[in-house]
Nanobody, 123 residues
């Protein structure tokens, strides 16, 4: 099993920044890619970014490219999502999600989910 705990959500104005963290634990956590998904009110959950523990760089949704940076700290078993230049459309619940071996961009291929952390971007 993999346990995931998100933190760092909050409220910012348009153009602001937030940093989210995902703490991963469990015996097999190192075998899973860590992804961030988000779900805006009334919308489907969507992929934001993902990274493997061996990756120097992450993979990003088009909406996140150039604004968000995903990074890892293997020693702490944590993944960070730095979000800059936030827009109102970035508002939603952000979920840390573990997928076996590979970054996964669709929800049905995710193996474990965190509880989510709310990100609100005010106009």
């Amino acid at each position: 099993q993999v346990q995931l705990v998100e933190s760092g959500g909050g409220t910012v104005y348009t153009g602001g920044s937030l940093s989210l963290s995902c703490a991963a634990s469990g015996r097999t956590a190192s075998r899973y890619a860590i992804n961030w998904f988000r779900q805006a009110p009334g919308k489907e959950r969507e992929f934001v970014a993902g990274i493997r523990w061996s990756d120097d760089d992450g993979n990003y949704a088009d909406s996140a490219k150039g604004r968000f940076t995903i990074s890892r700290d293997n020693a702490k078993a944590m993944v960070r999502l730095q979000m800059n230049n936030l827009k109102p459309e970035d508002t939603g619940v952000y979920y840390c999600a573990a997928s076996m071996a590979r970054i996964r961009t669709i929800t049905r291929l995710i193996d474990y989910w965190g509880q989510g952390t709310q990100v609100t971007v005010s106009p």
